[in-house]
Each structure stands twice: as C-alpha cells, then as structure tokens.
C-alpha cells in the first residue's frame, strides 16, 4: 500500500512539474505574439525541448521574419510613391496652362488654374 502512495505521489510531482514547464513554455510564447501584435518582431525565439512547442515557436519566428520582410517592402514603396508624387508636382506646377481632369461621370477630378505671367517661375 505504501509503495502505491509514493508512486501516486511521485507521479503527481513528475505531472505539476511538467505542467508547470509546459504552462511556462505557453506563457513565452504568448508574450512573444503580444511582442509581434506590437510590432516588437526583431528577436528570435529561443528553441523549445518540446516537439510541438518547438513547432509552434518555428512558425511564430516564420511569421514574424515575414512580416518584417513586408514592413521592409511596404516602406520603401512608400518612399517610391512619395518622390513619384513630388515629381508629379513639380511637373504640373510647371505648366504654364490650365489643366483639368475629368472622370467619365463629368466630373471634375482636379484643376490647375493658369500661371500669371508675372508669377512664372
């Protein structure tokens, strides 16, 4: 009877353990995806001794590498898109004429009024 006790009892102790471990492995890993949710994506994840555990890290760690890929990608399409503006700009402001723009409705989409002729740059 007393050998049935102790193995319930290292059994329990073996179990919390691991729950423990598992629990805190999990706590980890939800902080990183907060991290990730906050744009926080610049550190690895540190390998996990369990199998699934390791799995789940690996692919958050994939995820967060590709986001920083598309962030990456997102602003220099920005910076294309703000000095193809600027261009843009530059080259109506030049125009010495009117210049309008209308969709296929008639409506006026933009209007350049005429440079003065003693404003011309």
Request: glycine share 6%; proline share 5%; hydrophobic share 50%.
């Amino acid at each position: 009877m007393l050998g049935v006790l102790l193995a319930v009892l290292v059994l329990y102790l073996v179990s919390a353990r691991t729950a423990s471990s598992v629990a805190r492995l999990l706590r980890n890993l939800s902080g990183t995806t907060a991290g990730i949710a906050h744009g926080e994506i610049e550190e690895p994840l540190p390998p996990h001794a369990i199998t699934e555990v390791a799995v789940l890290a690996a692919n958050l760690d994939t995820m967060a590498r590709a986001l920083i890929s598309r962030e990456r990608e997102r602003d220099a399409s920005l910076a294309d898109l703000s000095d193809s503006e600027a261009r843009h700009r530059a080259l109506i402001a030049g125009v010495p004429d009117i210049l309008l723009t209308v969709n296929a409705g008639g409506e006026i989409r933009s209007f350049k009024p005429p440079v003065e002729a003693g404003n011309q740059a």
